[in-house]
């Protein structure tokens, strides 16, 4: 299933995102602007037991341009984007991150999330998808129904606080993004 054939929105954040069907493009903004999340803009119907989700793509930086993440600690991890799925915004179990990031810097990107494997998966709190059987249950009602499905940007101590760009034109691509 091709999530590209959703429309996509920028939620929490200023940075612009256009799209269509063959690629949605993420313009990071400026300080103190901050793209946060990128999602779906429509409830979806996932595929029966879907195995995982792939994302491909590439990162325009213009020369002399810093991308520079949210937090309140200094260093930590470095900016970066990661699956999200979510089920709605309230409560503790409704948000899941997968682990796996693309580090925010120029060039062509590949990232995998595996569906399946619960182990993988952080909810708002840190807990994991398979730490406990409410977590279990609570993930794999969001992935049978999810609200949206799309992107976080964060870095330093979040994975969702936002990131921003010292110069302007500074932007994500997406070419692919699949549930298989």
Known sequence: MNLLHHDF????????VRGSHERVTVEI???PDDTRYVLTLNPLH????????K????????????????????GGMPPNFRPILLRNWTDEHARWWHGDCAVIERGEFSLRA??????R????????ADGSEEATHAFRRG????????????????????????RPG???IIDRFIAI
């Open 143 to 166: 992935l049978a129904k999810p609200l949206r499905i799309g992107l976080t940007f964060g870095g330093r101590d979040h994975f969702g606080h936002g990131v921003f760009a010292t």
């Open 46 to 53: 996932l595929p029966d037991q879907p195995q995982g989700l």
């Open 55 to 74: 994302i491909t793509g590439r990162i325009v930086i213009p020369k002399r341009c810093k991308i520079t993440a949210r937090g309140t600690t200094p």
């Open 121 to 128: 998966w952080s909810s708002v709190f840190g807990k994991s």
């Open 9 to 16: 929105a920028a939620f929490y954040g200023s940075g612009s």
């Open 170 to 172: 500074a932007r994500v």
């Open 29 to 31: 903004p400026g300080y």
């Open 114 to 119: 595996d569906l399946q494997d619960l182990s």
